[in-house]
């Protein structure tokens, strides 16, 4: 059964350093998202990107955050100067074209330092 | 916006019994309900979800109820297992491709 598969699993990074997350959405699947979960807490929306441009996003995905898709099979987040609270599981989904489900990937669990 | 609410945070039951977690919304616009189980350290995996053009949906041992007058709904989980404990959430959204919005989660623990 296809999956969606994220890398790394885990990355640490010192404040202030760019980090980028990395996705391989569902082969097919034509939206694409980025969820956030701070340890212990529910999920939160990031961003949702469809027809490569950036479809909604929410408060927290501010000018440090941005999202490409560089080329037919991978979904990147980039943070570019992290700070304390950007830790969390970061996790990347993606939707077919057609229905409201969304299938999640493993997520990376960022620390910054 | 959309806001979702799941009760209760914690649940603890017996194997072999039923175990219910309700959530509610707020935005009468959201028409799609999944619900995912997440295990420690692994990402949500959906494991039921209903649309708002239907009331009731079973799959083995795992039903949704939706009351969209009421703006709530509950998955249920009978004779339930050990396998089972992990921590659930609710979800809503508006439409097809568009943002889920999470509940709190209820951390489920099944005693054998």
């Known amino acids: 059964e296809p999956e969606v598969t994220q890398t790394p699993s885990h990355q640490v990074t010192q404040m202030g350093q760019e980090v980028i997350l990395r996705c391989v959405p569902i082969s097919n699947h034509l939206y694409f998202y980025w969820y956030r979960q701070i340890l212990g807490q529910k999920v939160e929306f990031l961003v949702s990107?469809?027809?490569?441009?950036?479809?909604?996003k929410s408060e927290i995905f501010d000018d440090q955050f941005s999202v490409e898709r560089p080329d037919g099979s991978n979904f990147t987040l980039k943070i570019r100067s992290t700070k304390l609270e950007d830790s969390a599981m970061y996790f990347c989904?993606?939707?077919?074209?057609?229905?409201?489900?969304?299938?999640f990937g493993p997520g990376t669990r960022l620390t910054v330092l | 916006g959309e806001n979702v609410e799941q009760h209760p945070s914690t649940l603890s039951v017996q194997e072999g019994d039923s175990a219910v977690i309700k959530c509610t919304y707020s935005?009468?616009?959201?028409?799609?309900f999944p619900w995912y189980k997440q295990e420690l350290g692994k990402g949500p995996q959906l494991i039921i979800d209903?649309?708002?053009?239907?009331g009731e949906k079973k799959d083995q041992r795992i039903a949704v109820t939706l009351n969209k007058t009421a703006k709530h709904f509950s998955l249920h989980i009978t004779e339930t297992q050990p396998e089972d404990s992990a921590v659930y959430f609710c979800?809503?959204?508006?439409?097809?491709?568009?943002?889920?919005?999470f509940g709190t989660g209820t951390i489920l623990r099944v005693k054998s």
């Open positions: 990107f469809y027809n490569n441009e950036i479809s909604e």
């Open positions: 989904a993606s939707s077919p074209q057609g229905t409201d489900t969304q299938y």
């Open positions: 979800a809503a959204s508006d439409g097809r491709g568009n943002k889920l919005v």
């Open positions: 209903i649309r708002s053009n239907v």
């Open positions: 935005d009468s616009a959201s028409n799609y």
